[in-house]
């Protein structure tokens, strides 16, 4: 019998689609979290969370496995602290996933700055519909399973890698697949050199093929970072798909164009690959058609970095090319929406699109500093289209005029504006 793990942190995407694969790969588990009420807890028998922190939660624990962000945002935690005096091996669940659960397997992991899991999930469905089986792990809810994750029993272990706090360097993959690189998560990197470089260390650890997006320059420049030791490297941007797909998006072409090169480096009959590919209805959060509300298509997009605004919203125009299209953004951090603020600016500016509403910024797991704040954004943009919305209480109040049966609203952001978009569909 292995040893009892408990999570701290469980309601998180990646953490509790960890706790669950460890599960059910035979530890005890138990875990907790300031707020339980979270789609991603509703898996476990409630027996096993805890609400809140306490030193109490950690008896006959083995290790810890904790959120990163502990460190920074809640170093005094009551947990950590106890574990660190009766000697509990602490770890993050990063760590653990990669000490632990996947070792013995083939590891495939996906990283870069768009379109991991949205990747992943399309490399796990081919790996599935291939007859072999594969654990995966990633950082939104895939339709056709439910939940964020997959428990297998073959040899693949499929994994969304997360660069910040170098949170990927824990794994040693036998085949990585690279995206995009684009300057993120600026609360951790210092800069794009710094960015790139941790990218470049982990392309270092990988055993076997790297699957590149060599079209983008970013990527480029990391790979010519690293040693390449004789790794082969596949650009899947010079290979794309030629079949249709159910997901929009040209972005989705060169997603499924790197998770159509996984499955041929891993033998996969090119016909299974295809036919995996075109049955791929998406994932949650992305371009993400949640329901219809007075006649108003009703959709939720993770979409939080101008790349990916500009992008979501340029399918968006594709696809309801006469629609009256309009979008409820929420910036998501201050040192992001500080660090990408003129680009933020030209994106929003430049979208092609009806009408932008701004809610304040998601702090996540920062304290707002007074730098940056919607409004300023909201300014710089200079448009009578983009206008500030404020906090989301208020915000559902102020949209009412903006439904009809000619419109479609994006609700976008990685915080909870899907939680705003769910309250409207409530209002039925």
């Not at 899991?117 to 291939?130: F, K, P, Q, R, Y």
């Not at 939940?147 to 029993?153: L, S």
């Not at 997603?255 to 036919?275: D, F, R, W």
Request: aromatic share 10%; hydrophobic share 40%.
């Amino acid at each position: 019998m292995k040893g009892k793990i408990h999570f701290l942190g469980i309601a998180g995407s990646g953490a509790s689609a960890i706790a669950a694969i460890a599960q059910a790969q035979g530890y005890t588990i138990s875990g907790c979290d300031k707020n339980l009420q979270r789609e991603f807890t509703k898996k476990f028998d409630p027996k096993l969370l805890y609400e809140g922190h306490s030193a109490d939660h950690l008896t006959d624990v083995e290790i810890l496995a904790v959120t990163p962000a502990i460190y920074s945002s809640d170093a005094n935690n009551p947990e950590l602290l106890t574990a660190k005096e009766k000697g509990i091996k602490i770890l993050t669940w990063q760590q653990f996933m990669g000490k632990y659960l996947e070792k013995d397997k083939f590891v495939i992991a996906v990283c870069g700055t768009h379109g991991k899991s949205t990747t992943t999930a399309m490399v796990g469905t081919i790996l599935e519909d291939a007859k072999l089986d594969p654990m995966v792990e990633l950082g939104a809810k895939v339709p056709k399973w439910g939940v964020n994750y997959r428990i297998g029993r073959g040899k693949y272990f499929v994994t969304e890698a997360d660069e910040f706090n170098d949170n990927f360097l824990v794994s040693h993959p036998d085949i990585t697949v690279v995206t995009t690189l684009e300057m993120d998560h600026p609360e951790y990197f210092k800069d794009f050199e710094a960015y790139k470089a941790s990218f470049a260390k982990f392309f270092s650890q990988t055993k076997g093929k790297i699957i590149a997006n060599l079209s983008d320059p970013g990527v480029k420049e990391a790979l010519a970072l690293h040693p390449k030791g004789g790794k082969v490297i596949v650009d899947y941007s010079s290979h794309p798909i030629d079949f249709p797909l159910q997901i929009p998006g040209r972005y989705n072409v060169l997603n499924a164009s790197a998770a159509y090169q996984v499955g041929l480096a891993l033998g996969i009959n090119p016909e299974t690959i295809q036919k995996s590919l075109r049955n791929f209805t998406g994932i949650g959060r992305r371009f993400d058609h949640l329901g219809d509300y007075q006649g108003a298509y009703i959709y939720s997009d993770f979409a939080h970095h101008p790349t990916e605004i500009k992008v979501t919203l340029q399918a968006a125009r594709e696809k309801f090319p006469k629609k009256r299209l309009m979008v409820i953004f929420q910036p998501h951090m201050f040192s992001r929406t500080y660090t990408l603020f003129n680009d933020f600016v030209r994106v929003l500016k430049e979208a092609p699109v009806d009408k932008i509403y701004i809610m304040d910024i998601y702090p996540s797991r920062e304290v707002d500093t007074g730098k940056v704040n919607s409004r300023q954004l909201v300014e710089a943009v200079g448009k009578k289209s983009v206008t500030y919305l404020g906090p989301q209480k208020p915000a559902l109040e102020q949209i009412q005029d903006v439904f009809g049966k000619d419109s479609v609203i994006f609700f976008m952001g990685a915080g909870d504006t899907e939680k705003l978009a769910k309250e409207v569909l409530m209002l039925k």
